[in-house]
T-cell receptor
């Protein structure tokens, strides 16, 4: 099955700085790559996603880039705010399209 | 409005005593998932249904079973819970797959404690 690796596992940034989280995947047939934000004790919430026919997608302060050749994708958060502090998970859809495999998570702390 | 509902939100069971967790959805999505999430770890896919077709992950223990009696409901049965099964169990749904995956909607989770 799909193997998704995520780095770094923890990330601390000063408020206003940018944060970048990177993921790699193993299955070249994967075609959908969502990013989730999970606050303590809460459900994962989709914050942005990208499909394999697109190289970059942006939504206000959040952007995702995808390199299909290298099989990696990244989350970029600009102008970070304390409320961005959470655990972020990347995921990739399996080759059947129904299975989702998660990265190991990045705990982001934004220091005021 | 609640879209994916999980009951109960907190469940305490004894070692070896069967327990059932439930999930319901108002989205009319064809695909339903069960994940296990332990503290500080990523959600781990246990199994999923595409309509009534059941798909088990290769490393999901036999101790875990699932039922989907209709589109709206899905159940997770743990036949003989061990201490290692204490975790958050997340249910999720997504709409039809047509060559590509679609956004998953997660329920609030059920926190299972095994004593």
């Amino acid at each position: 099955g799909e193997n998704v690796e995520q780095h770094p596992s923890t990330l601390s940034v000063q408020e206003g700085d940018s944060a970048v989280i990177k993921c790699t995947y193993s299955d070249s047939a994967s075609n959908y790559f969502p990013w989730y934000k999970q606050e303590l004790g809460k459900r994962p919430q989709l914050i942005i996603d990208i499909r394999s026919n697109v190289g970059e997608k942006k939504d206000q302060r959040i952007a995702v880039t995808l390199n299909k050749t290298a099989k990696h994708f990244s989350l970029h958060i600009t102008e970070t705010q304390p409320e961005d502090s959470a655990v972020y998970f990347c995921a990739a859809s399996g080759n059947t399209g129904n299975q989702f495999y998660f990265g190991t998570g990045t705990s982001l702390t934004v220091i005021p | 409005d609640a879209m994916v509902i999980q009951n109960p939100r907190y469940q305490v069971t004894q070692f070896g005593k069967p327990v059932t967790l439930s999930c319901s959805q108002t989205l009319n999505h064809n695909v339903m998932y069960w994940y296990q999430q332990k503290s500080s770890q990523a959600p781990k896919l246990l199994f999923h249904y595409y309509d009534k077709d059941f798909n088990n992950e290769a490393d999901t223990p036999d101790n875990f079973q699932s039922r989907r009696p209709n589109t709206s409901f899905c159940f997770l049965d743990i036949r003989s819970p061990g201490l290692g099964d204490a975790a958050m169990y997340l249910c999720a749904t997504s709409r039809d797959w047509a060559g590509a995956a679609y956004e998953q909607y997660f329920g609030p989770g059920t926190r299972l404690t095994v004593t």
